[in-house]
C-alpha cells in the first residue's frame, strides 16, 4: 500500500512565522501535490512537483513556496504566515500515467493566529 | 480554464441508491476520478472514466459521458459507513505533465437509519 505520511496533524503558529509542512511518499512516485482544503471550497493545488528539483504553480500558489530535493520529499513553505493561511493542508502522490490515481496524506490542519 | 460542479449536500437513506452528478468544462480531458472522504481524514480513490459508459465496482458505479461533459457515482445498497464527502476530479488534457488534477467541491452524503 501506498504510505503519504504528513510531518505533523495539528499545528498551531503565529502570524509573520515562516512555516514548514513536510510530506514524504515511499512508492517512488514522480509526482507530488500540495493541496488546501476550505469549507465550500474544495480542495485548491498550491503547487505541484512532477521531478526532483522540478515544481509548477498551481491555481493558489501566492504566499507559498515549495522545495523538492529529493525524490520522497516536498515540502510546503509558508514563508510569512497570515491569519488566512489557517487551512487543512493535504499532500498527495502519484506515478505518471493517466489512469493513476493521486494518494493523499492524513492532512495538516493549521492554525496561525 | 476548469469548471467542476457537483451539488453541496444529498441526504439518503440506509438501503437505498444514491446518484451524485458531476458536470465539467475544462480546457482539455484526460480522465475523471472519484474519490470518498471522510470527516476528518484522507480522500480515498473511488473510480476513474476516461472512455464513455459505466464502470462497476461492487456496490459502487461511475458513469461518463463525455460529449455531455457529464458524470455519475451511483451508491447502491447504502450503509451509514456511506455517510462522507465524494469528491469528482478531472486530470487536465492539456497538460500531461504531472497527473494534475482539478476538484469539484465535494457532495456531502448523509445516509439514515
Known amino acids: 500500500d501506498v504510505k503519504v505520511t504528513q510531518s505533523s496533524r495539528y499545528l498551531v503558529k503565529r502570524t509573520g512565522e515562516k512555516v514548514f509542512l513536510e510530506c514524504v511518499q515511499d512508492m517512488d512516485h514522480e509526482n507530488m501535490f500540495w493541496y488546501r482544503q476550505d469549507p465550500g471550497l474544495g480542495l485548491r493545488l498550491i503547487y505541484f512537483?512532477?521531478?526532483?528539483?522540478?515544481?509548477e504553480k498551481g491555481d493558489i500558489p501566492e504566499g507559498y513556496s515549495v522545495s523538492r530535493e529529493k525524490k520522497e520529499r516536498f515540502s510546503l513553505i509558508l514563508e510569512s504566515a497570515s491569519t488566512n493561511q489557517t487551512s487543512m493542508y493535504l499532500c498527495?502522490?502519484?506515478?505518471?500515467?493517466?489512469?493513476?490515481?493521486?494518494?493523499f496524506g492524513d492532512g495538516t490542519r493549521l492554525s496561525i493566529l | 480554464g476548469q469548471n467542476i460542479d457537483q451539488p453541496t449536500e444529498m441526504t439518503a437513506t440506509e438501503g437505498a441508491i444514491v446518484q451524485i452528478n458531476c458536470t465539467y468544462q475544462t480546457s482539455g480531458f484526460n480522465g475523471l476520478f472519484w474519490y470518498q472522504q471522510h470527516a476528518g481524514e484522507a480522500p480515498t480513490f473511488l473510480s476513474y472514466n476516461v472512455l464513455d459508459g459505466l464502470e462497476e465496482k461492487g456496490r459502487f458505479s461511475s458513469f461518463l459521458s463525455r460529449s455531455k461533459g457529464y458524470s455519475y457515482l451511483l451508491l447502491k445498497e447504502l450503509q451509514m459507513k456511506d455517510s462522507a464527502s465524494y469528491l469528482c476530479a478531472v486530470r487536465d488534457g492539456i497538460k500531461a505533465a504531472g497527473n494534475k488534477l482539478t476538484f469539484g467541491g465535494g457532495t456531502r452524503v448523509l445516509v439514515k437509519p
Open positions: 498527495a502522490s502519484t506515478r505518471t500515467g493517466r489512469n493513476q490515481p493521486q494518494h
Open positions: 512537483s512532477y521531478d526532483v528539483k522540478m515544481k
